[in-house]
C-alpha cells in the first residue's frame, strides 16, 4: 500500500477524478483504495468538483437520512458537473437500495455494487452507461491493492474487518454489507506497517465491530483482536492506536490490561450501548444488560482512569415509554460518558425492530433527541470550564475548513471527524501539522475547547 501525495488541482490536465465518500470510515477506505486502482491507470484525483472529467460518490444507506443525504449529494453533483463529466455511483446505496437511484438514473454513467470496488476502472472507462452489482456485499483489499490516503498524513484509518454478526433489531448492516469476513493478521500487519513507513503517526483500527475480529478465523471472545493489537505492539516504531466500536461485553479484563501496558494504545473506546433500559435492550437484541454496561463503564474507569468513553444512543426505540426514557436520562446524568451521539430511532423496514408494536411519532422522538441532547451538552460544558486554565498536549491537525485565522487540533480523547476539537486562535509556535504542541485552554465554545498553543513537545507526550 503506498501513500500518494494530494496532486494539485489543474484546468489543463485530462483524466481528472473527484470523490464524495460519505457514511462512515470503512466507506473512506474503499473510496481510498478506488483512488489508488485509478492513479495506477493514469487518472489523476482532484478535489474541485468542477475540473473533475469523472465524479464518484461512495454513498452510504444504513439510514433513511443516511439515503436521503446520498441522493441530495447526487443532485448538487448533477448540477455542479462540467459539461461532460461522468457520475459514478457506488456504496451500500447502490448495492442494496439501488430503487433510489430510478430518478436519476438517465444522469448516472455507472453503478457499482459497495462490494465490487475493483471494478473502479472498468465504470470509469465504460464507453456505455452500465451497472456492475454482485453479490459481494462488502469489500477488504487483499494483497498488494493500491491505496491513496486522503485524510492528513499524520492520522490514517486501517480496516481489519468487514461486515457483522450481531442481529440487533433496529439495523440492517447485515442486510447491507453481508456477514463478518475478517483480513488475516498478516495482511494487517504489512498494511500497518506500510501506513506508519508512509508517515502516519495515528492509526484508527476499523471494523463494524473490533471485538468480532477473527471470530470467523477461529478465535473466541475478543482473543482474536487482543491477538492482533500484540502483534502490531512488537513493532518499534512510534505510532498510537485507536480503537473505534467496541461493544460493551467485549471490553474483556484481558483488553483493558494491554491497554494499561502500552500507552501506544490511546485511552480512548467508541462504546455503543443504546440504552439503558433492560426491556429496551432485549427488545434490541443487545448482549448487554444495564448491570453489565455500568460494570464495564466503572471497570474501565477504575483501571484506565484517563480513559475517554464516547458512545451512540437511540431514543424512541418501539414501545419506549415516558419512564423508560427517563430511565435514560437519569443514566446519562449519572455516568456522565465523554461524548454522546444521540439519534431518534429510524424505522428499516428490513429490520426486526419494523416489525415490534408501539412506534412513535416522530414529533415524540424528536423531543426526546432534544431533551436528552440538552442534559449531555450540560455535562460538556461542565467537564470542559474545568479544564479552563489548563495545559494539555494537542495534535495539529490543520487549518479550520472556514478559515486560516484558526487551526484544528485535538487532545487523545478526541478522534477525528466525530468528536469535538481544540479550536487554536494563537498559533505562533506552530511550524507543521501532524506535530504536537502544548497548548493552554482559554475557553469553550459549545462542544469545542479554544486554545493558545504555548511551545512544541514530543510526539510521545500525545497519550
Given amino acids: 500500500m503506498a501513500r500518494q501525495k494530494r496532486i494539485p488541482s489543474s484546468k489543463s490536465r ?37 475540473e473533475a472529467d469523472f465524479i464518484v460518490v461512495n454513498t452510504c444507506g444504513f439510514l433513511e437520512a443516511a439515503r436521503q443525504e446520498s441522493i441530495d449529494t447526487i443532485r448538487s453533483v448533477i448540477k455542479a458537473k462540467k459539461k461532460g463529466a461522468k457520475i459514478i455511483v457506488t456504496g451500500c446505496l447502490a448495492q442494496l437500495q439501488a430503487q433510489y437511484l430510478d430518478s436519476l438514473r438517465s444522469e448516472i454513467h455507472y453503478i457499482l455494487g459497495s462490494g465490487d470496488v475493483e471494478g473502479i476502472v472498468r465504470a470509469v472507462t465504460a464507453e456505455e452507461s452500465g451497472s456492475e452489482i454482485t453479490s459481494a456485499k462488502s469489500y477488504l483489499e487483499q494483497g498488494d491493492v493500491p491505496r491513496t490516503i486522503s485524510t492528513p498524513q499524520h ?28 483480513k488475516p493478521v498478516e495482511q494487517i500487519i504489512g498494511e500497518f506497517s506500510a501506513l506508519v513507513k508512509g508517515g502516519a503517526f ?17 478465535y473466541k471472545g475478543s482473543s482474536g483482536l487482543v491477538h492482533l493489537l500484540l502483534q502490531l505492539l512488537k513493532l518499534k516504531d512510534d505510532f498510537r492506536l485507536r480503537l473505534l466500536y467496541l461493544y460493551p461485553d467485549e471490553i474483556t479484563n484481558e483488553l483493558i490490561d494491554l491497554m494499561k501496558s502500552d500507552p501506544r494504545i490511546l485511552p480512548y473506546l ?48 418501539p414501545g419506549e415509554t415516558d419512564q423508560q426514557f427517563q430511565e435514560l436520562c437519569e443514566f446519562v446524568e449519572s455516568y456522565a460518558l465523554d461524548n454522546v451521539g444521540i439519534f431518534a430511532y429510524s424505522k428499516e423496514e428490513k429490520s426486526h425492530s419494523a416489525s ?77 501539522f501532524g506535530e504536537t504542541y502544548l497548548v493552554e485552554i482559554t475557553d469553550i465554545s459549545e462542544y469545542d475547547l479554544l486554545g493558545k498553543v504555548l511551545k512544541p513537545i514530543k510526539r510521545k507526550e500525545w497519550t
Avoid at 18 to 47: A, W
Avoid at 167 to 181: A, F, Q, R, T, V
Avoid at 387 to 410: N, S
Fill in 155 to 182: 492520522y490514517a484509518y486501517l480496516k481489519i474487518a468487514e461486515g457483522c454478526r450481531k442481529g440487533c433489531s433496529y439495523c440492517i448492516i447485515p442486510e447491507i454489507k453481508g456477514p463478518l469476513k475478517s
Fill in 356 to 432: 415490534l408494536p408501539g412506534h412513535l411519532p416522530e414529533d415524540v422522538k424528536h423531543k426526546r433527541c432534544e431533551q436528552l441532547s440538552a442534559i449531555q451538552r450540560d455535562i460538556v460544558t461542565s467537564r470542559h470550564r474545568k479544564l479552563i486554565g489548563t495545559r494539555l498536549p494537542v495534535i495539529i491537525d490543520g487549518f479550520h475548513p472556514e478559515t486560516k485565522l484558526l487551526m484544528v487540533g485535538r487532545l487523545p480523547g478526541q478522534c477525528p471527524e466525530i468528536d469535538p476539537v481544540v479550536l487554536l486562535n494563537d498559533c505562533g509556535p506552530v511550524r507543521a
Fill in 270 to 317: 467508541d462504546m455503543p450501548i443504546q440504552h439503558s433500559n433492560d426491556d429496551l435492550l432485549r427488545a434490541m437484541r443487545r448482549a448487554t444488560s444495564k448491570e453489565q454496561i455500568i460494570r464495564t463503564i466503572d471497570t474501565l474507569r477504575q483501571e484506565v482512569p484517563d480513559v475517554t468513553i464516547r458512545t451512540s444512543l437511540i431514543v424512541g426505540f
Fill in 14 to 50: 485530462k483524466n481528472l477524478v473527484h470523490f464524495v465518500s460519505l457514511g462512515c470510515p470503512r466507506n473512506l477506505v474503499d473510496s481510498e483504495v478506488m483512488i489508488g486502482l485509478l492513479s495506477q491507470k493514469g487518472y489523476e484525483p482532484t478535489p474541485a468538483l468542477k
Fill in 202 to 218: 495515528e492509526i484508527i483500527l476499523i471494523a463494524q465491530d473490533l471485538g468480532d475480529y477473527g471470530k470467523d478465523l477461529g
